[in-house]
T-cell receptor
Framework: GAVVSQHPSWVICKSGTSVKIECRSL??????MFWYRQFPKQSLMLMAT?????????EQGVEKDKFLINHASLTLSTLTVTSAHPEDSSFYIC????????????FGSGTQLSVL | GENVEQHPSTLSVQEGDSAVIKCTYS??????FPWYKQELGKRPQLIID?????GEKKDQRIAVTLNKTAKHFSLHITETQPEDSAVYFC???????????FGGGTRVLVKP
């Protein structure tokens, strides 16, 4: 299957700092990437759809100015959590569409963010 | 938007028994229904999926059924083994490469 790399796998930061998470597709080009958030013992909730070369589409209730998404190339999308607070502590995971819209999604390895 | 409900939230079975997880969805335009297995701290792993033009699909011990009229689909695991213990999520989308809406998850424990 397709290889999706996500970095870092875990990060601990102080409240008020910003954290950048990278999602890379290693063996294919991806015009679309999705960002999900998963709180402990809960389901995956879609945060935004990242489109290469255009602005991301955010789901209702997700602050676009707090969760900055940049999809500057066909192999890389980044999610920056700005001014992180303890309530932002969560598992963030990207998923990628390898090719046409009828292809199955592949998930990155996830990033566990802990904000102190 | 789409809403996916999943039941039960926890399921404990004896090794060798079968496990069944059920999901319902609200968007009649949904056409793709994958099931994922997730272990603690890991990414979800696709275990089986079904598209709306098929009513049932089987892969060894795992099977999925879909009733599009009733808007529900189910995962069946037969001859459960301890390594089947994990959290299972159903999901729905309009196409395989579209954004997924996940169910709430089912924590499955297979007791030896």
């Amino acid at each position: 299957g397709a290889v999706v790399s996500q970095h870092p796998s875990w990060v601990i930061c102080k409240s008020g700092t910003s954290v950048k998470i990278e999602c890379r597709s290693l063996d294919f080009q991806a015009t679309t990437m999705f960002w999900y958030r998963q709180f402990p013992k809960q389901s995956l909730m879609l945060m935004a759809t990242s489109n290469e070369g255009s602005k991301a589409t955010y789901e209702q209730g997700v602050e676009k100015d707090k969760f900055l998404i940049n999809h500057a190339s066909l192999t890389l999308s980044t999610l920056t959590v700005t001014s992180a607070h303890p309530e932002d502590s969560s598992f963030y995971i990207c998923s990628v569409v390898p090719g046409s819209s009828n292809e199955k999604l592949f998930f990155g390895s996830g990033t566990q963010l802990s904000v102190l | 938007g789409e809403n996916v409900e999943q039941h039960p939230s926890t399921l404990s079975v004896q090794e060798g028994d079968s496990a069944v997880i059920k999901c319902t969805y609200s968007d009649s335009a949904s056409n793709y229904f994958p099931w994922y297995k997730q272990e603690l701290g890991k990414r979800p792993q696709l275990i089986i999926d079904i598209r709306s033009n098929v009513g049932e699909k089987k892969d060894q011990r795992i099977a999925v059924t879909l009733n599009k009229t009733a808007k529900h689909f189910s995962l069946h695991i037969t001859e459960t083994q301890p390594e089947d213990s994990a959290v299972y999520f159903c999901a729905a989308s309009r196409a395989a490469g579209n954004k997924l809406t996940f169910g709430g998850g089912t924590r499955v424990l297979v007791k030896p």
